[in-house]
């Protein structure tokens, strides 16, 4: 049956044999070949002068033929002979695959079979040596043809359980490459050239019409794309066949869905290109053709069922002044700024016996205790149950938002890759150093103030420009405010990185590092493909700076009201701070 098949019909035998004739060849006598060989010619004519410069040219060595037991023993029959290294003896491609091709004997995967021993080791003492080399050569020709998928053929492995199949696929896989997902695409090449001659036979006003794909043909090697109505004339070719006893099978509902299907493409690219000729009889280009997007992740309709449950029924934003989306949220965080100022005067740390965890330094309980609260609202964004709360009053909208979200955004995170597992150890970096130094409730004030008003930043920035599809989350703005409050306190001192730079230099400057932060975060703002919420972070910055400056003020306060001594001991009992014996040195 003569199939169309687009580029594979330039694909005959007589390429195939020329690219086996392109590797090294030699004169051999029959009786003194130890491999397995395909002979080509049987009495070759003596080569020439030109015929020698040729083959030593393409790396062939030609010798003369040599009996190896005398010249009465064996006949001198010179033969011209193709090697085949080993790799090339076991068919791996799909376009060398036999026409006498059977399933159920499938086809040899190396040169000699597995062994006694290795079908042992292999399989275990449950299977028999020639069933397990049987196994191999199924799945090895299924392979090659691109049939490991195919449900008709699996009767002729139903007799082996599914770990022998998986473990001499694997087997197979490891020891022998063959690229599967180019045999299958060929092999669904051939199926489609079927369907399509069918087509092409059964509408006659398409190849009226000029439809080239007939002209160019392609007949197949196998039985299975053949056609076995060559020279039958047209009545017997279209009477109906006679329904089968057995009634209609499920193969037979498989493939009529999918030349239902093959045929409605067809329809449709002959619609498109009706269309394209009339555009360019008029003069007009048609459109660029646009890739198909990848396959998207099938959600399950319980799923589909908490999202609609969870999200608003919102088809817009409602029309409102820009103030009063901004003034409940700009008087919660208001509130948050002079309850946590208070808080910090009035906080007196607790002696060692009256905490929770007496053993555990100040610095590290409080941010482990942060990193905690993060990690809890990111596991509750994995319950359906509780989107609904969550939406509500964990994210920050623009479009609807809610005043304690100025809050709770602070401690939520939806992703843990590339946000909650960057802010954490961030948090715990910067964070145990500046409760070290400033103590809890300077600590607490400094995170929650930095993100709240970061946030309350961000709303602004978004509902003054409108992008009311926005929405924002996490605790990058707090991290910004906590870390550039402990560069500004050390804003003249040198850092050192790993070590680096080495000694005699100081390293780099605190103010340096804030200028790094703020200088990254203003280019993204003025990025047009950044994701990141710059804004809060800015915000957060700007609050960590002041909250530094007070802080320091504050700190130098303390060492006036001690006394004018040079070096002082001290032990902070108002703050909490966990320094113990820490040398301070006083400007005069």
């Excluded at 090659?144 to 696929?169: E, F, S």
Aim: charged share 20%; aromatic share 10%; proline share 6%.
């Amino acid at each position: 049956m003569n199939c169309s098949l687009g580029v594979n019909a330039f694909r005959p035998g007589v390429q195939v044999a020329a690219h086996h004739f392109s590797k090294a060849c030699s004169r051999l006598l029959v009786a003194a070949a130890p491999t397995t060989t395909r002979c080509f010619s049987s009495t070759p004519l003596p080569p020439s002068t030109a015929q020698n410069q040729w083959h030593a040219n393409r790396g062939c060595l030609l010798s003369s033929s040599t009996p190896l037991f005398g010249p009465s023993s064996i006949p001198r029959i010179a033969v011209r002979t193709l090697k085949f290294a080993a790799r090339n003896r076991i068919i791996t491609h799909y376009v060398d695959l036999p026409p006498n091709y059977k399933d159920e004997e499938g086809l040899p995967f190396r040169a000699n079979e597995l062994a006694a021993g290795e079908v042992l080791r292999l399989f275990g003492p449950a299977m028999a040596t020639h069933e397990a080399n049987k196994l191999l050569k199924i799945l090895h020709g299924r392979r090659v043809a691109g049939t490991l998928d195919d449900p008709v053929l699996q009767v002729n492995t139903a007799a082996y359980t599914v770990k022998d199949k998986r473990t001499a696929l694997d087997y197979l896989r490891k020891n022998i490459y063959v690229d599967e997902v180019v045999n299958a695409g060929l092999r669904a090449e051939d199926e489609l050239a079927a369907l399509e001659k069918q087509q092409e036979e059964g509408d006659q006003a398409q190849t009226e019409e000029g439809d080239i794909t007939k002209k160019v043909g392609y007949k197949s090697r196998f039985k299975m794309y053949q056609d076995d109505t060559e020279g039958v004339d047209e009545p017997e070719k279209n009477k109906a066949a006679p329904p089968s006893v057995y009634g209609k099978s499920a193969f037979d509902a498989i493939r009529a869905r999918n030349e239902a299907i093959w045929k409605e493409k067809l329809k449709k690219q002959e619609e498109e290109r009706k269309k394209l000729e009339e555009e360019y009889k008029n003069g007009k280009a048609g459109p660029l053709a646009k890739a198909e997007d990848a396959p998207k992740r099938e959600v399950s309709a319980k799923r589909k069922e908490w999202e609609q449950w969870a999200m608003s029924d919102l088809k817009e934003p409602p029309k409102m002044p820009a103030w009063k989306r901004l003034l409940p949220s700009t008087v919660f965080v208001a509130l948050l700024v002079a309850g946590f100022l208070t808080y910090s005067q009035l906080y007196v740390a607790p002696s060692r016996e009256n905490r929770l965890w007496p053993d555990c330094p100040p610095a590290a309980a409080t941010v482990a205790a942060l990193i905690g609260a993060n990690v809890l609202i990111w596991f509750l964004w994995k319950i359906p149950v509780m989107w609904k709360p969550l939406l509500r009053w964990f994210l920050i909208s623009p479009a609807t938002p809610k005043a304690f979200s100025m809050l709770g955004a602070v401690f939520s995170h939806q992703v843990v890759w590339g946000h909650l597992i960057v802010n954490m150890p961030m948090l715990w970096f910067f964070g145990t150093r500046l409760h070290d130094e400033v103590g809890r409730a300077d600590f607490l004030t400094t995170y929650v103030l930095s993100g709240s008003v970061g946030f309350l930043t961000s709303l602004f920035w978004l509902v003054l420009k409108g992008n009311f599809h926005m929405t924002t989350l996490g605790a990058s703005g707090a991290i910004y405010g906590i870390s550039a409050a402990y560069f500004w306190m050390h804003r003249f001192e040198g850092f050192k990185i790993f070590g680096l730079p080495p000694d005699p230099y100081t390293g780099v400057q605190g103010l340096a590092f804030i200028g790094l932060f703020g200088g990254l975060n203003i280019w993204g703002l003025f990025s047009k493909n950044h994701t990141m919420d710059v804004v809060s972070h800015l915000g957060g910055m700007i609050i960590g700076i002041i909250a530094g400056h007070l802080m320091e003020q504050k700190k130098k306060a303390r060492l006036e009201g001690a006394g004018n001594t040079q070096h002082l001991n001290l032990k902070d009992q108002k703050t909490g701070s966990g320094v113990l014996d820490t040398m301070l040195e006083k400007k005069a």
